[in-house]
Each structure stands twice: as C-alpha cells, then as structure tokens.
C-alpha cells in the first residue's frame, strides 16, 4: 500500500537549519509529484510548491522561495524539505503530499518543527 | 492568483442531519481541479472529493461533491459522529498553481 512516511518533529533554535524527509512506498517514486504543504498552528493549509521526480525541477509557491529548498534521493524514494535561517513564524507542521492530477491523494504525517530559543 | 472562500466559517449540527458546505472561488475553476479534504485533530488532511464531484477511494457515498465554475458545495447526506473536523477545498490552476481555502470547521451541536 502507498505510504509516505516522514521524519519525526524537531526543536530548532533560530537562525539554524532543518532538513525534514518523506520516505515514500508501495508506489513508483518517480511517477509522481512530491508536493510540501505547511499547517502553522490553529491554522488552514498552505501550499509550499512542489518537485517533479523525475527531473529534480522544484517549483515554490509565493512566499516560500530562498530559505526554502526541495530535494530528492529517488536511490531510496525519498523527498527532502530544506529550510534555512530559522525563524519563530516557521513553527509549523510540515506535510508532503503525493499529487495526481492537482490533487493530494496520500499524505504523510506530517512532521512538526519548532523554532524558540 | 485564486482565492477561496469557504463558508460558513463554523457549522454546528447533530449526527444524523445533513451538511452543506460551501468553496467559491474568485475566478472560474477547472472542476477537474477542484477537490475537498477532511482533516480531523492531529491527524494529516484525508482527500474526499476530486475533480469536483468524484469521491476519492474509500470515501463513503454519503459525502458528495458538486458545482462547476466558481460555485462549489460539499454536502455530507447524514453526519456520522466521525465526520466532525475541518473541512479544506483545493484548487490547481494558474499560477500559483494551488491554493486552499480556509476551512470550515464542522463540530456537533
């Protein structure tokens, strides 16, 4: 069965870095796009862009170019979300999410990261 | 850029009752690109409904989805005590090429 899993939640102090990953399963990694999608607390949903899998091309949504940084392992059909320079209004949870055709059909379990000093 | 709005913001209802959500869009949206996610406390978002009105694998026959352009509804036949939770619409378009609205929340009166 398809499953994304990713890594577990992290504690950061600002200004540093994290790389969250999404290990996916059960399904050809390169027949899908990857998408990151982030949930700050109490809030909606928030589409951060996406990477093709098979080429490694990243394309971030408004608001989330610089700091933010996709990648990909396909050897172990993994997606990577870098982000760097940390700040407080990062703490969020973060999700991947495979596409078909425009929308999320699986999802991980999101993985919470923590900005306070 | 595409904006929804979902409405209402929160809807109180008992099981058993039927639920009529709302997602307008602030130009016109390809129903082939428009779909409903559930996302219940500290669980990820659940796909319901995509292409606008095709209920996603699982998903039981009392969700359904309709409307076309930039009018869409999700209407819930009769609330099971599982249905309460947050209720997303999704679109795929023009750049940017996704938004979500945001949200409506659907609790138990």
């Known amino acids: 069965q398809v499953q994304l899993v990713q890594s577990g939640s992290e504690l950061k102090k600002p200004g540093a870095s994290v790389k969250v990953s999404c290990k996916a399963s059960?399904?050809?990694?390169?027949?899908?796009?990857m998408n990151w999608v982030r949930q700050a607390p109490g809030q909606g949903l928030e589409w951060m862009g996406w990477?093709?899998?098979?080429?490694?091309?990243?394309t971030y949504a408004q608001g989330f170019t610089g700091r933010f940084v996709f990648s990909l392992d396909t050897s172990v059909s993994t997606a990577y979300l870098q982000i760097s320079s940390l700040k407080a209004e990062d703490t969020a949870v973060y999700y991947c999410?495979?596409?078909?055709?425009?929308?999320?059909?699986?999802w991980g379990q999101g993985t919470l990261v923590t900005v306070s000093s | 850029e595409i904006v929804l709005t979902q409405s209402p913001g929160t809807l109180s209802l008992s099981p058993g009752e039927r639920a009529t959500l709302s997602c307008r869009a602030s130009?016109?949206?390809?129903?082939?690109?428009l779909a409903w996610y559930q996302q219940k406390p500290g669980q990820a978002p659940r796909l319901l409904i995509y292409?606008?009105?095709s209920r996603a694998t699982g998903i039981p026959d009392r969700f359904s989805g309709s409307g076309s352009g930039t009018d869409f509804t999700l209407t819930i036949s009769r609330l099971e005590p599982e249905d309460f939770a947050v209720y997303y619409c999704?679109?795929?378009?023009?750049?940017?090429?996704?938004?979500f609205g945001q949200g409506t929340r659907l609790e138990i009166k």
């Open positions: 059960g399904y050809t990694f390169t027949s899908y796009a």
């Open positions: 999704q679109q795929y378009g023009s750049s940017p090429q996704i938004t």
């Open positions: 292409g606008a009105s």
């Open positions: 999410a495979r596409e078909t055709l425009g929308d999320f059909d699986y």
């Open positions: 990477i093709n899998t098979n080429t490694g091309n990243p």
């Open positions: 130009q016109s949206v390809s129903s082939s690109y």
